[in-house]
């Protein structure tokens, strides 16, 4: 199946795309569950039998580890199918509401209808998966489809294009490659719901656009992520899981602990334990980092020389590089960096670095560091790394995030039973299982009469009628 839009006019050639889509959105909303779910399962055997392509077309585009495709892309999105194809009949169900007394006679319902035409807008440092999966929710719940793939990763966006391509009808479900021309173009359209994976920056590009036609957003932004670490964690569990979330997809992960506070008395035992794990992931023959093949690469000679920046900025201002440091432009590569000494004046504690880089900062007073986490906006997600309940209770209650994990990094957005997503700068609306479904659904409130009238409280207002209504308001 072939898009019938060629390109010379593109504003021209999305509206012919959206008014198909549009005139076809009312049979999409009438699909029953297992014709959902048949579509679903066309992705689903689609991934499996082009697994190795998938896994080279992200090779090709940062050299991405085939390992990698599989744990960051793959099993999400695998969770994700298994899931709604579980679930998706029970969530389509009405869902019923209590009936309070002074409506006695009535029964009320929420039932799910799909939003209508929406798009999906996806990132490039896991291109396939966040461009797939909330396009699962999409279909589960009815819509139809527009998916802008990120033009960074033209290898992948190529493959989701002829993939969805064979898979759906154009009135279904569409793909439009190409760059912010293209972005901006699309947020042209009235969409009824758009879903957006990327910087703070363009998200609030992308919101102001939907609410020129009043569009519902779902915005799955980034931030910095701190991870804390406190004086009773175990420091080299810690140090473990801290080094493979800020080194997975060479840091270009929006979840990846973005610094650490660590208590002062573990601060040494910890920077080293980061350096064995570093040393143990990516250089456990000896030989130099760059020559691992379980190591991916910096996008794009942009965001290499914007993480160079933020190491030489931090360096300038008198952070010391105690692990790491060393960089290759012909390669796009930098080597997993640990940066001490570093200041709030410092770009790399004002922006999201977005890169193997990590600040390690140090506290002695919890409430200390509980402020420098407070300062800056809502994460997306925080980690705490503590054997204490007493602790671990007191650091949530006293901040905000998109998400925590205790005990771990990032493995969160694995339990498709959690809502993923951010706050306030962080993100807005949520995804993952029911929620993705929720996110793609305007929830209809319903209420029918089964038997009664409220006719004896209609005017004139006599003093019957007054007595009636204030018995009403003393026990409702």
Not at 299 to 316: G, K, M, S, W, Y
Not at 331 to 356: A, S, W, Y
Not at 456 to 467: E, G, L, M, Q, R
Request: glycine residues 6%; charged residues 20%.
């Amino acid at each position: 199946m072939t898009t019938p839009f060629a390109k010379p006019d593109l504003r021209s050639d999305l509206q012919t795309a959206f008014d198909t889509q549009h005139r076809q959105a009312p049979q999409m909303a009438l699909t029953t569950a297992d014709q959902r779910i048949e579509r679903i399962r066309r992705i689903q055997t689609w991934v499996i039998t082009n697994e190795s392509a998938i896994q080279k077309a992200l090779y090709d585009d940062f050299r991405k580890p085939a390992s990698e495709v599989s744990i960051g892309e793959l099993m999400p999105l695998h969770a994700e199918i298994k899931h709604i194809i579980q679930h998706l009949k029970q969530w389509m169900k009405a869902q019923p509401l209590p009936t309070p007394l002074a409506l006695l006679g009535t029964k009320s319902y929420i039932r799910y209808e799909p939003k209508g035409n929406v798009l999906i807008i996806a990132p490039w440092n896991y291109p396939f998966v966040l461009a797939i999966k909330p396009l699962l929710s999409a279909i589960a719940a009815g819509n139809v489809a527009m998916v802008k793939p990120s033009e960074l990763t033209p290898h992948t966006s190529g493959l989701i294009k002829r993939m969805l391509t064979d898979l759906f009808l154009p009135e279904e479900v569409m793909v439009f490659e190409g760059d912010a021309d293209v972005a901006q173009s699309l947020l042209a359209l009235p969409f009824n719901h758009i879903f957006f994976t990327g910087s703070s920056a363009v998200g609030r590009i992308v919101m102001a656009a939907a609410a020129t036609h009043l569009a519902s957003v779902t915005l799955e932004l980034g931030g910095k992520s701190p991870a804390l670490i406190d004086a009773s964690a175990n420091v080299k569990l810690a140090a473990a899981q801290v080094a493979w979330g800020k080194c997975l997809n060479n840091g270009q992960t929006c979840i990846a602990p973005d610094y650490v506070l660590v208590h002062e008395s573990i601060k040494q035992p910890f920077v080293q334990a980061l350096q064995a794990n570093v040393t143990a992931m990516y250089s456990p023959d000896g030989k130099p980092v760059d020559t691992s093949d379980s190591y991916a690469r910096i996008v794009n000679t942009q965001h290499f020389e914007r993480i160079r920046a933020l190491i030489d900025d931090a360096v300038a201002k008198g952070a010391t590089v105690t692990l790491g440091g060393n960089l290759n432009a012909g390669q796009k590569f930098i080597e997993p960096t640990v940066l001490e000494g570093v200041t709030d004046t410092m770009r790399v504690m004002q922006e999201e670095i977005f890169g193997p880089v990590l600040p390690v900062l140090t506290y002695t007073n919890l409430d200390d560091a509980l402020q420098i986490i407070n300062q800056r906006e809502k994460p997306l997600a925080l980690y705490i790394q503590s054997r204490n309940r007493q602790t671990t209770q007191y650091i949530l209650d006293r901040t905000s995030a998109g998400n925590t994990v205790v005990n771990d990094t990032m493995v969160h957005f694995g339990n498709i039973e959690l809502p993923f997503g951010g706050v306030n700068h962080s993100g807005l609306g949520k995804s993952n299982g029911f929620f993705g479904f929720q996110a793609f659904s305007n929830q209809r409130g319903i209420m029918q009469r089964e038997f009664g009238t409220l006719k004896f409280i209609y005017p004139p207002y006599t003093d019957k009628v007054k007595k009636l209504i204030k018995y009403i308001l003393k026990y409702v």
